[in-house]
Nanobody, 119 residues
Framework: QVQLVESGGGLVQAGGSLRLSCAASGSFFHIDTMGWFRQAPGKQRELVAIISNDGNTNYADSVKGRFTISRDNAKNTVYLQMNNLKPEDTSVYYC?????????????WGQGTQVTVSS
């Protein structure tokens, strides 16, 4: 099983920036798609951005042009650079990864990191 540990959340003023990191560890052959999701109180978890193992990316319309997802395959780490943050970006951000083990393709979630944007 893969363990995902997120870091980098915090409190920032509107217009500011934060960088989230998510490091994967454990027993696996290789990691496939990695991504970031977020969930605000009373709302469903939603996709923010995903990146394939060869670098193809996809973003939610609400973050296009402001957020950038990247990954370092040597470190099994995915990043989310968040610029021009808005109060509506306030959420708990979760890292997700699909990976391959002897059991086949599996998925894990991180514990979440809080991002709060003040107006």
């Amino acid at each position: 099983q893969v363990q995902l540990v997120e870091s980098g959340g915090g409190l920032v003023q509107a217009g500011g920036s934060l960088r989230l990191s998510c490091a994967a560890s454990g027993s696996f052959f290789h990691i496939d798609t990695m991504g970031w999701f977020r969930q605000a109180p009373g709302k469903q978890r939603e996709l923010v951005a995903i990146i394939s193992n060869d670098g193809n990316t996809n973003y939610a319309d609400s973050v296009k042009g402001r957020f950038t997802i990247s990954r370092d395959n040597a470190k099994n780490t995915v990043y989310l650079q968040m610029n021009n943050l808005k109060p509506e970006d306030t959420s708990v951000y979760y890292c997700n990864a699909y990976y391959y083990t002897y059991s086949g393709k599996e998925s894990s979630w991180g514990q979440g990191t809080q991002v709060t944007v003040s107006s």
